[in-house]
């Protein structure tokens, strides 16, 4: 099975939040990432949270992460249409290469 | 200062055929790694370089994959010979330390 899970796609109306959800499976990982694949573009580093901590927010924003349970979620305040893409939950590795560990992506759609 | 520069964005070619793809860190970057998307399933590890040596190349598909940085700086990725299966976005990325990895746009390969 896979590393790293996530729900495949996810639509919201324009205004509500946005919330999508991640389970990892390595505990000793120290790092967790969002990233954020816009058509056509590449990976961009959305935000991303320590893993001795519980919440970090960045406007927008807001990470949430249950170490407990290995899960992971990103919420999006005020959804805008710029914010359709895809988003990627990724964890790091702790072996020689801090390798990252993706997801397989949540589609997000954002309707007017 | 550039980004990570993949070239080309896009290749199609048919099976049995080789492809080179490339990839420009950022300048002083030592760590390099490749990644692989296929089918829209979720983003896999390649390989991993620091400097021009190899170190991780345990998510290498099969030797028909061979990857080089020599001199440290640029890295290729060649497919020879590619099988249908090969088909996806093949992302590097590069970084400086642990953690923060800035990532190319991505090179969309598709085999026939």
């Known amino acids: 099975g896979e590393d790293v899970e996530q729900s495949l796609f996810l639509s919201v109306r324009e205004g509500d939040s946005s919330v999508i959800n991640c389970t990892y499976t390595?505990?000793?990982?120290?790092?967790l990432y969002w990233y954020k694949q816009e058509p056509g573009a590449g990976l961009q580093l959305l935000t991303y949270?320590?893993?001795?901590?519980d919440m970090k927010q960045d406007q927008r924003l807001t990470v949430l992460l249950n170490k407990k349970d290995k899960h992971l979620s990103l919420r999006i305040a005020d959804t805008q249409t710029g914010d359709s893409a895809i988003y990627f939950c990724?964890?790091?590795?702790?072996?020689?290469?801090?390798?990252?560990?993706f997801g397989s992506g949540t589609r997000l759609l954002v309707r007017p | 200062e550039a980004g990570v520069t993949q070239f080309p964005s896009h290749s199609v070619i048919e099976k049995g055929q080789t492809v080179t793809l490339r990839c420009d860190p950022i300048?002083?970057?030592?760590?390099l790694y490749w990644y692989r998307r296929v089918m829209g399933k979720e983003i896999k590890f390649l390989l991993h370089?620091?400097?021009?040596?190899?170190?991780?190349e345990s998510g290498m598909p099969n030797n028909r994959f061979l990857a080089e940085r020599t001199g440290g700086t640029y890295s290729t990725l060649k497919v020879q010979p590619a099988e249908l299966e090969d088909s996806g976005v093949y992302f590097c990325?590069?970084?400086?330390?642990?953690?923060?990895?800035?990532f190319g746009s991505g090179t969309r390969l598709t085999v026939v």
């Open positions: 990724a964890e790091t590795r702790m072996d020689s290469s801090y390798k990252l560990i």
């Open positions: 949270i320590f893993s001795n901590m």
């Open positions: 300048s002083g970057h030592d760590n």
């Open positions: 990325a590069s970084s400086q330390g642990v953690g923060f990895y800035t």
């Open positions: 390595d505990s000793s990982s120290t790092y």
């Open positions: 370089f620091v400097k021009e040596s190899k170190q991780d």
